[in-house]
């Protein structure tokens, strides 16, 4: 029986000034300083005005003016120190200078930003760990940053069931403050990224494979509303939202605490080994047979470059070299990078941080999945081998060949806690990415060429093996891809029906500079 939907009912915009102070709920010395801002001549017809007559610049200027009021020292608009938070994003492709930084550190003042960027029409991004690379995803020129970095509380529950994760907050934090509690949650592999993004985007853990998606182990989320209504969202409460930001992205609101069920896992097995590249064939060869496992507690990370390979294994529990990774074992490596170790899942994300440091200042992504087909990976990986070695040696950028395993539990985990948009079929599966890191801007569409007719070539050689899938995770995707685009059809009309429903105005779609939107796909 399906549960009932909140019957949430969409606030009407302010139309007036003493409207909009008032909606802001401030202090009466506050509300007067906002009015007397406001009190403008020629504000009325900045507002009223046409898309063509309004003047966007002035209006960003206005509502960072009014932030500044609201939040105090939290809205930044000094250019140097806006630039230096700006640069705080991972990628230097999504550096762009917005009029303003905004840093909310409660749900209500989330709720403000929203209704002020609402009301004056100005365009914004929300960067929550900023460690996507595709522009305009955490990033705007001169409109609102709303940069959540400072909403990274982390606590637990008495007993150690649920913790509740603010989304600024990085993995790795996270992971160090549930070791003392001897738990874990499902989250990203690289501590440095932010949790609100990950999990926005389906979110793919070393543990997936046993307990599922990040976003399928969340059991509630505080959600701000693009009218600056403050929700709760999980089985029970606006199950249909819920269900869309289970990998909807950003197209519904802004996440202001994901509350997370533990795992008593803290004790694990871990080893990783560089090969040389000459063994890129037997590797692959390695990881598809591995694939027929049906040990979900087994994870594998295959990382091929072009000077070295290496394969991470893991294994949900502590134990003596598992015998399911035999097919790797079986090939000599170069030298252990990390022998054999039963170890905690907090070392384990340390180990990942030290080793997913780039000093490149520009880096982009890309998707592509598959059914399981040696055949294929072995011809996609020489044509990509061909074209990423041409590229380094015109540009020195460099760049990565990664298989990630989706095993069918993954989906059926995720099924069996309410499903989400991603509309998964339950098979093994691999998603392929990449990482290309490069320094100069003017390199940046020849080495970006490698992913996309690398992804080409998934598409054309998979279709021709009856192997090609069309999904592309988000957190993958790059800038040019559609994600949401190969989600099922009745999925993506079931996610503008929720995004219509919490959104009807449309301030995400039109308002919001970048990101995966429902408008663009």
């Known amino acids: 029986?399906?549960?009932?939907?909140?019957?949430?009912?969409?606030?009407?915009?302010?139309?007036?000034?003493?409207?909009?102070?008032?909606?802001?709920?401030?202090?009466?010395?506050?509300?007067?300083?906002?009015?007397?801002?406001?009190?403008?001549?020629?504000l009325p017809s900045l507002l009223n005005g046409t898309k063509v007559e309004r003047d966007v610049p002035r209006l960003a200027d206005i509502s960072c003016e009014i932030a500044q009021i609201v939040l105090g020292p939290n809205t930044l608009r000094e250019k140097r120190e806006v630039k230096d938070l700006v640069e705080e994003s991972w990628s230097q492709t999504c550096w762009e200078i917005p009029a303003c930084v905004v840093r909310p550190q409660t749900a209500k003042q989330v709720s403000q930003i929203l209704r002020i960027v609402s009301f004056f029409k100005s365009r914004f991004a929300v960067r929550s760990g900023g460690h996507s690379p595709n522009?305009?995803?955490?990033?705007?020129?001169?409109?609102?940053?709303?940069?959540?970095?400072?909403?990274?509380?982390?606590s637990i529950d008495s007993g150690?069931?649920?913790a509740s994760v603010g989304p600024g907050a990085r993995w790795g934090h996270v992971y160090a403050f549930l070791d003392q509690y001897g738990v874990t949650v499902i989250g990203g592999r690289i501590p440095q990224v932010g949790v609100g993004g990950l999990i926005l985007g389906g979110g793919l853990s070393y543990f997936s494979g046993e307990y599922g998606l990040a976003a399928d182990n969340v059991s509630s989320m505080e959600v701000v509303l693009a009218d600056g209504t403050i929700v709760t969202a999980d089985h029970e409460h606006r199950s249909d939202l819920f269900w869309a930001l289970k990998g909807g992205g950003p197209n519904f609101g802004i996440v202001t605490r994901y509350n997370l069920r533990t795992i008593p896992v803290k004790n694990i097995w871990y080893e990783s080994m560089v090969f040389s590249i000459d063994k890129a064939t037997a590797l692959l060869d390695a990881f598809a047979t591995w694939q027929s496992s049906s040990d979900t507690k087994a994870s594998v990370a295959l990382v091929i470059s072009l000077n070295a390979i290496i394969v991470g294994l893991v294994y949900l529990r502590s134990t003596e070299r598992p015998s399911v990774f035999q097919p790797f074992y079986e090939i000599p490596p170069l030298f252990p990078a990390v022998p054999p170790t039963n170890g905690t899942v907090l070392a384990l994300s340390q180990i990942t941080g030290a080793s997913s440091v780039s000093t490149s200042p520009r880096h982009d992504y890309r998707a592509a999945s598959s059914k399981v087909d040696v055949d294929l990976y072995k011809q996609v990986y020489q044509h990509w081998i061909n074209k990423a070695t041409a590229v380094h040696e015109s540009t020195g950028a460099n760049l990565t060949f990664v298989l990630q395993h989706i095993p069918p539990n993954l989906v059926r985990k995720g099924n069996s806690n309410g499903g989400n948009p991603l509309g998964l079929a339950p098979i093994s599966q691999q998603w392929w990415t990449t990482i290309a890191d490069w320094d100069n801007p003017e390199d940046d569409a020849v080495v970006r060429d490698v992913?996309?007719?690398?992804?080409?070539?998934?598409?054309?050689?998979?279709?021709?093996?009856?192997?090609?899938?069309p999904f592309k995770y988000m957190n993958d995707a790059s800038r040019d891809e559609d994600p949401l685009g190969s989600y099922p059809v009745a999925n993506r009309n079931r996610l503008r029906a929720v995004a219509a429903k919490y959104d009807p105005f449309r301030v995400f779609q039109t308002l919001q500079n970048g990101g995966f939107l429902l408008s663009k796909s």
């Open 1 to 42: 029986m399906a549960t009932p939907q909140t019957k949430d009912k969409a606030m009407t915009p302010p139309t007036s000034i003493d409207e909009f102070v008032a909606s802001l709920d401030l202090p009466q010395e506050k509300a007067e300083e906002v009015t007397t801002v406001l009190n403008l001549e020629g």
């Open 135 to 154: 522009p305009g995803a955490a990033s705007i020129s001169n409109g609102v940053l709303i940069d959540l970095h400072q909403m990274n509380k982390i």
């Open 160 to 162: 150690h069931n649920v």
């Open 451 to 469: 992913a996309i007719s690398t992804s080409q070539k998934w598409e054309e050689i998979g279709k021709a093996h009856g192997s090609y899938l």
